[in-house]
C-alpha cells in the first residue's frame, strides 16, 4: 500500500515528457501513478512497477478518480490551453497541488489568474510552468535579484538542434496567441524586430544570431518579478529546426532516453547599477524537464510544506536549493546563482 501523502500522478504519462518525469519519479524512489486516454498504451509503456490509470480530458469524473489518493499532479500534455484547466481543477478537487510544463504562455497567464483562489482555498498550490521553459528562467532570475525594482530581466536561449515531439509540433499549431514581453513594467505584445543582437554562449554554442521569442517565462518572472522590462531571445537555428516540417523528432542516444540535443539557458538581471549573470548547460530540453518538476514536487510533499495559492515555481519553492539539487546531476549551473 503507498503512501498517499507521497503520491505522484503524472498526466500525459504516455506523451514524450510525461515518461520521462514517470522514470525520474521512479528513480527517485517516490510512488507514481501513470495516467493517460490509452489503457492499451499505458500497459505498453508501464507494464507492471507503476499504477496506471485511465481518464480523459472530457470526462471530469474520470480525472478526478484518477489523481484520488495521490498528493501531486503533474501535468505534461499539451496544449495546456486545452488541458491545464481540467487537469488543475480535478487534481484541486481531489486535495492535490499542481504542477504543470507548460512553455504556452496564455496557459500560465490563464492558470494565474483562475487558479488562485481556488487554490488557496484548498491549501494547495498551483503552478503553472515548471519545466525547461518557465520554470528555470524563474528559478535563476530569482536567486539573481535582491529586493527592490529590476531594471531589465533578459533570458537568452540556444540549442545546438531542436527535434520537436509530436506535443511541440501539435501546441505550435493550437497556439496562435500573440505573444507578450514586459516593457514599462507591463505586460505588452511583441512587436517583433529586426535588430536583435547576438548572444556569446560557451563553445560549442558560441556565437549565435537570436530571435526575440517569449515563451512562459515571461508570464512567470512578472508574476512576482517586478522588472521594467523582460526579453527572451532564441538562437535563429533553432527556431528554423522547429518551423521546418522535415526535422525528425528527438531520437535517443542513452540508457535514459536522452537525445543528442545540447542547451545554454542564460538569464542576466540588470538591478540598481549591477548586471548578474547566471545560467545552465545540458542535454534534452524535454528531459531535463523532468528532474526540475520531481524537485519541485519533493517539496510539495514535505509535511512542513504551508504555501498555498497559483504560484510561480520560484515562489513556491526555495531557488537556490532547487538548483543546488539539480547541479552536477541534471544540468551544470554557472555564474552566480547558487552560493560559493
Keep these: 500500500m503507498h503512501d498517499s501523502s507521497k503520491l505522484i500522478a503524472v498526466y500525459g504519462a504516455t506523451g514524450h ?10 528513480r527517485r524512489g517516490l510512488p507514481v501513478v501513470a495516467v493517460g486516454r490509452s489503457a492499451a498504451r499505458l500497459q505498453e509503456l508501464f507494464p507492471s512497477a507503476v499504477t496506471r490509470r485511465v481518464a480523459a480530458l472530457d470526462d471530469p469524473g474520470s480525472l478526478e478518480r484518477a489523481f484520488a489518493g495521490c498528493a501531486v499532479v503533474i501535468n505534461c500534455a499539451g496544449p495546456f490551453l486545452d488541458t491545464a484547466a481540467p487537469v488543475a481543477q480535478a487534481a484541486l478537487r481531489a486535495g492535490c497541488h499542481y504542477i504543470d510544463v507548460t512553455a504556452e504562455q496564455a496557459s500560465a497567464q490563464a492558470s494565474f489568474a483562475e487558479f488562485d483562489a481556488p487554490a488557496r482555498a484548498t491549501g494547495r498550490v498551483v503552478i503553472p510552468a515548471a519545466g525547461f521553459y518557465g520554470g528555470l528562467a524563474d528559478l535563476l532570475a530569482s536567486t539573481l535579484a535582491s529586493a527592490g525594482p529590476i531594471d531589465e530581466i533578459a533570458v537568452a536561449i540556444a540549442l545546438d538542434r531542436w527535434w520537436p515531439t509530436a506535443g511541440t509540433r501539435e501546441t505550435g499549431e493550437r497556439n496562435k496567441v500573440p505573444r507578450v514581453v514586459v516593457a514599462n513594467g507591463r505586460l505588452t505584445p511583441l512587436v517583433p524586430s529586426a535588430e536583435v543582437p547576438d548572444w556569446t554562449f560557451a563553445l560549442p554554442l558560441g ?4 530571435v526575440e521569442l517569449p515563451f512562459s517565462e515571461t508570464i512567470t ?11 527572451s531571445l532564441l538562437n535563429r537555428s533553432a527556431l528554423d529546426d522547429v518551423r521546418n516540417a522535415a526535422t525528425p523528432t528527438p531520437t535517443p542516444v ?9 542547451f545554454e539557458l542564460v538569464v542576466q538581471v540588470v538591478q540598481a547599477g ?26 510539495l510533499l514535505a509535511p512542513s510544506y504551508r504555501l498555498s495559492g497559483a504560484l510561480a515555481l520560484a515562489e513556491a519553492v526555495d531557488p537556490v536549493e532547487v538548483l543546488g539539487a539539480l547541479h552536477g546531476r541534471a544540468l551544470d549551473v554557472f555564474g552566480s546563482a547558487l552560493p560559493g
Design 274 to 299: 549591477l548586471t548578474k549573470t547566471a545560467g545552465v548547460r545540458g542535454q534534452d530540453i524535454y528531459a531535463v524537464t523532468a528532474p526540475i518538476v520531481i524537485e519541485a514536487a519533493l517539496r
Design 17 to 26: 515528457t510525461g515518461q520521462f518525469v514517470v522514470h525520474e519519479a521512479q
Design 207 to 210: 556565437r549565435q544570431p537570436m
Design 254 to 262: 542513452d540508457h535514459s532516453g536522452r537525445s543528442a540535443q545540447r
Design 221 to 231: 518572472l512578472a508574476h512576482h518579478l517586478k522588472a521594467s522590462a523582460i526579453r
